[in-house]
């Protein structure tokens, strides 16, 4: 069974109130890995909205309600969910390194073998870069009708990642 949770923290608690206070968002719970579209998207347009909109919260002790407006600090996801949500190849695929363009080399270890990236080989990501390589990837699967969608490229913006 495969479970892929969406916490929030809020930053402004003090640290130790942060970890005692997650907030449950959203869970994928299948057999199988999400559609990044399907999990990802409703939580991404409320996020946008509570960016450029905010929300009023009445405060106690205050007459009049404050609006306060959500930014996305960072998203720590696993090395299995990144490159699904960032549409790049996985960590351990050729040019699978999600801050350079280095294709890696394939090492034999006992009766298998692995990828690795040489450090500082390949020139670095650029987020235009990206967003061009998400545009050919969007061209392709119109031209050849790939199954298979993640996440639009756009949710990046809201979704620094580490």
Same mark, same amino acid.
């Given at each position: 069974?495969?479970?892929?949770?969406?916490?929030?923290?809020?930053?402004?608690?003090? /640290?130790?109130?942060?970890?005692?206070?997650?907030?449950?968002?959203?869970?994928?719970?299948?057999?199988? $890995?999400?559609?990044?579209?399907?999990? !990802?998207?409703?939580?991404?347009?409320?996020?946008? $909205?509570?960016?450029?909109?905010?929300?009023?919260?009445?405060?106690?002790?205050?007459?009049?309600?404050?609006?306060? $407006?959500?930014?996305?600090?960072?998203? *720590?996801?696993? *090395?299995?969910?990144?490159?699904?949500?960032?549409?790049? @190849?996985?960590?351990?695929? $050729?040019?699978?390194?999600?801050?350079?363009?280095?294709?890696?080399?394939?090492?034999?270890?006992?009766?298998?073998?692995?990828?690795? /990236? !040489?450090?500082?080989?390949?020139? @670095?990501?650029?987020?235009?870069?990206?967003?061009?390589?998400?545009?050919?990837?969007?061209?392709?699967?119109? @031209? /050849? @009708?790939?199954?298979?969608?993640?996440? *639009?490229?756009?949710?990046?913006? /809201?979704?620094?990642?580490?």
């Amino acid at each position: 069974m495969s479970v892929w949770p969406i916490q929030l923290m809020l930053n402004e608690l003090p /640290y130790r109130e942060q970890r005692e206070n997650i907030i449950l968002v959203g869970l994928w719970f299948s057999p199988s $890995k999400p559609d990044m579209n399907t999990i !990802l998207s409703p939580f991404v347009q409320e996020l946008c $909205k509570l960016h450029s909109e905010g929300i009023d919260i009445q405060l106690l002790g205050q007459n009049s309600p404050t609006n306060f $407006k959500i930014y996305i600090l960072i998203s *720590s996801v696993d *090395s299995v969910a990144r490159p699904m949500i960032q549409r790049t @190849k996985q960590f351990n695929g $050729k040019f699978g390194c999600s801050y350079c363009l280095n294709e890696g080399v394939i090492r034999d270890v006992g009766r298998g073998s692995f990828r690795v /990236y !040489l450090g500082d080989v390949g020139p @670095k990501r650029t987020l235009e870069q990206h967003f061009a390589d998400c545009n050919s990837i969007d061209q392709l699967e119109v @031209k /050849y @009708k790939w199954s298979q969608r993640n996440i *639009s490229c756009i949710t990046i913006r /809201y979704l620094p990642f580490i």
